[in-house]
């Protein structure tokens, strides 16, 4: 997968709050092109998976039961720069401490419903975007 790409996901709360139009509409404004795009409830074991970089963290089982709460809207976007120009659309990961217009700012709950996630290199774009789709399923 190229440098011009990120992967994200809108988190239960986002969808349970009925937020998924508003939140990809905000992501299409800021430039970035749907790549692949697919809405699903993720099992313990692959939400465990997913999160395993977290596994040692004081917070990992309730990452897991969050996230197996209810459906997922996972999506690979494209846009020059797209990794860090998407964490700055999206705001810190404490939904309070995010800035003014931020997606967690406008639409998390909490530290942990924090509406969506967004891969931190390019690295792990490859590897979370391949966790969902397959060749077939990337435009
Ligand atoms: P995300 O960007 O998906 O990456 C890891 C997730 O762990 C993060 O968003 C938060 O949802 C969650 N997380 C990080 N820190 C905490 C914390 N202190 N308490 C609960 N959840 C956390």
Redesign the pocket.
Known sequence: MSGNRTFT?L?PDAVENGHIGAILAKINEAGFRIVSLQMQQLSRHEAGLF?AV?KE???YG??VD??TSGPIVAAILEKDNAVEDFRTL?GA??PTQAAEGTIRRLFAT?????A???S?SNENTAIEGAFFFGAKEQF
Not at 110 to 114: T, W
């Open positions: 996901m988190k999160y977290h963290r004081s917070f309730e990452l969050y996230m999206i990961t404490d909490s530290i942990s419903a924090n969506v996630h967004g931190d």
